[in-house]
């Protein structure tokens, strides 16, 4: 597997809090010269980020994150924001809580409302899953496929873990034809990567992938 393809499948990550627009614009030079699949970027840089690359790249931001519990009319409306300002991909977080309520339904209607949201632009539903059981993975996975989301996506990178390989493994075996696999949160070199994506992932939410490019260009 080349670094090529690996790149190609990258969402170059900076989402620190922090996070400047000279660092936005560096990561958005990174993403056009190795050619990944986007840069996954603060809201407030989307409309920015957007004029600067000039349709070369891919822009992707994320809502309700870290953590989810935003109500589904706010992640509708940030979905809806984040489009409108030039997203191309949006990455939602679950509200964890009604998971380990069991509400099946609530977070089937909020992942249809938010993808509806998305105006047909790619959603990416991230499910944290270092706070779930399998029992609970799996039903997400079911759950997901059945929204009409484009992918499931494993971690915010900002719970307690990223991914896992079994859990990427778990995902591939439960999710429906439809629905494609992110892995993200740390994946820390292009080994990492490689297994993710022949475990099954079509993605990866990584800030590390093109540090480890660029470092061995210089090497």
């Not at 790619?122 to 496929?145: N, Q, S, W």
């Not at 993200?184 to 099954?200: T, V």
């Not at 540090?211 to 210089?218: D, S």
Request: one cysteine or more; aromatic letters at 6%; glycine letters at 8%.
């Amino acid at each position: 597997m080349t670094s090529e393809y690996i790149l190609s499948k990258c969402d170059h990550t900076l989402l620190g809090q922090t996070a400047t627009w000279e660092e936005i614009r560096a990561i958005c030079d990174d993403g056009m010269k190795y050619h990944c699949a986007s840069v996954c970027i603060p809201a407030s840089y989307v409309r920015q980020a957007a004029a600067y690359v000039a349709g070369k790249l891919p822009i992707c931001t994320v809502i309700g994150f870290p953590n989810g519990y935003d109500t589904t009319a706010s992640k509708c409306f940030m979905a809806t924001d984040a489009v409108e300002n030039g997203a191309e991909e949006v990455d939602m977080v679950i509200n964890l809580g009604w998971v380990k309520d069991k509400q099946w339904d609530s977070l089937l209607s909020e992942i249809k409302a938010v993808k509806e949201a998305c105006h047909g632009k790619l959603l990416k539903v991230i499910i944290e899953a270092c706070f779930l059981t399998d029992e609970e993975k799996i039903k997400m996975c079911e759950i997901v496929t059945a929204s009409g989301a484009e992918y499931i996506k494993t971690s915010t990178g900002f719970g307690t873990s990223g991914a896992t390989r079994a859990d990427v493994a778990l995902f591939a075996k439960h999710i429906g034809p439809n629905v494609k696999i992110k892995a993200a949160g740390g994946i820390a070199d292009l080994k990492d990567a490689e297994d993710f994506l022949n475990l099954g992932a079509s993605r990866l939410g990584t800030s590390r992938i093109v540090k480890a490019v660029k470092a061995a260009e210089q090497a």
